[in-house]
Nanobody, 114 residues
Framework: QLQASGGGLVQTGGSLGLSCVNT????????MGWYRQTPGKERELVAR???????NYADFVKGRFTISGDSAQNAVYLQMSSLKPEDTAVYYC??????????WGQGTQVTVSS
């Protein structure tokens, strides 16, 4: 299972960090990442990190968010800075292991006030 933490309420321009831990039940993870979703919209990729350490970011967070994780893919972190009201969403941790359905953590709310 994936256990996410962090999130909360922050003012525009502020910073916030999210953490997600693989509680140990998911083996051979190939990639971990963060997605977000707002009411009425599809879940969208925010950032992801592969087992080789390479990263991918959505254009709307480049230069503001940083994803990191441990080499064993047991945890993934998202440091968010220069937050904007449009970053308000429920953020979900994700883990991918090839050949099986993706794993999702519980969502954590991030609210950016204007």
């Amino acid at each position: 299972q994936l256990q996410a933490s962090g999130g909360g309420l922050v003012q525009t321009g502020g910073s916030l960090g999210l953490s997600c831990v693989n509680t140990g039940t998911i083996a051979r993870i190939n990639r971990m990442g963060w997605y977000r979703q707002t009411p009425g919209k599809e879940r969208e990729l925010v950032a992801r990190i592969n087992s080789d350490g390479s990263t991918n970011y959505a254009d709307f967070v480049k230069g503001r968010f940083t994803i990191s994780g441990d080499s064993a893919q047991n945890a993934v972190y998202l440091q968010m800075s220069s937050l904007k009201p449009e970053d308000t969403a429920v953020y979900y941790c994700n883990a991918l292991r090839l050949g099986v359905p993706e794993f999702w953590g519980q969502g954590t709310q991030v609210t950016v006030s204007s």
